[in-house]
């Protein structure tokens, strides 16, 4: 009789978080800033999370990608339980596994939109970085600015270099915070298309920090913030 092994990892969950705190030291003592936060996100999911300014939701995506540590709970993204790695070991599982795109691009000055795009293939010595980074600056319509520098090129520009930045190493999970938030309409439109198109082409689990109603309608579930406590809602049509 054959014995046929599933992959678990291939149905886990992207993310499992279980009673997320997270305190920092504030000047009048200890703040709380997430009281128990949980959410289980599936491969290809799209999730969006709103809620007032300052209620956390930066903070968790921060937690997310690895960049800031729980003070209490269980989080595990791409089947990495991350309490459990040191700085080298979450270095490597930001590289592989999280894209992020910010509301305020966050490209190096210095460095051509092509070597913005390169750099983490770069890190991750793959000698196929340029060209990878090339094809990805092709694919959200970025051919032709390949050599131009951050300043020279327009915010909608910029923001298309950093979700180029954020797919190119096919990442399972990408974090996106208010990623039209500095960009008209039309522009934000067309960022969300790419952010939206990742996950019908490579299956790309994606969360979205978003004060755009009619783009948190768009997600598959929505989570609302507030004051450090997250809680699903019923996805209502824009
Ligand atoms: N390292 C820190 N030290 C002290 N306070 C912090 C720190 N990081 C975040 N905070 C505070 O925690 C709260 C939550 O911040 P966070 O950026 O997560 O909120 P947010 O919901 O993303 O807000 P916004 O929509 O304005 O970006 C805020 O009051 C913020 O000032």
């Not at 008209?184 to 960022?191: I, K, L, N, S």
């Amino acid at each position: 009789m054959d014995i046929v092994q599933s992959d678990p990892s291939a149905v886990a969950p992207v993310i499992q978080a279980h009673d997320l705190t997270f305190e920092v030291a504030g000047p009048a003592g200890r703040v709380n800033i997430l009281k128990g936060v949980g959410m289980q996100v599936g491969r290809g999911e799209v999730v969006g999370i709103v809620g007032p300014s300052g209620s956390g939701k930066t903070s968790l995506l921060m937690l997310l990608a690895g960049l800031d540590k729980p003070s209490g709970g269980t989080l595990s993204v791409a089947g990495h339980a991350l309490a459990g790695m040191d700085e080298d070991a979450l270095a490597r599982f930001r590289r592989e596994e999280v894209g992020i795109v910010f509301q305020s691009f966050h490209l190096v000055p210095t460095m051509t939109a092509l070597e913005n795009v390169a750099m983490p293939l770069e890190f991750a010595g793959d000698d196929g970085a340029f060209a990878k980074a090339e094809a990805a600056l092709t694919s959200v319509g970025l051919g032709h600015r390949v050599h131009h520098y951050p300043g020279q090129l327009s915010g909608g520009e910029q923001q298309r270099v950093a979700v180029a930045r954020a797919f190119v190493a096919t990442p399972s999970l990408i974090l996106a915070d208010e990623p039209t938030g500095n960009l008209d309409r039309a522009t934000g439109q067309h960022v969300m298309e790419l952010l939206f198109g990742l996950r019908e082409r490579h299956g790309t689990t994606l969360v979205l920090i978003t004060h755009d109603p009619a783009l948190a309608a768009r997600c598959d579930r929505q989570f609302h913030m507030q004051d450090g406590i997250l809680t699903e809602q019923a996805v209502l049509p824009a």
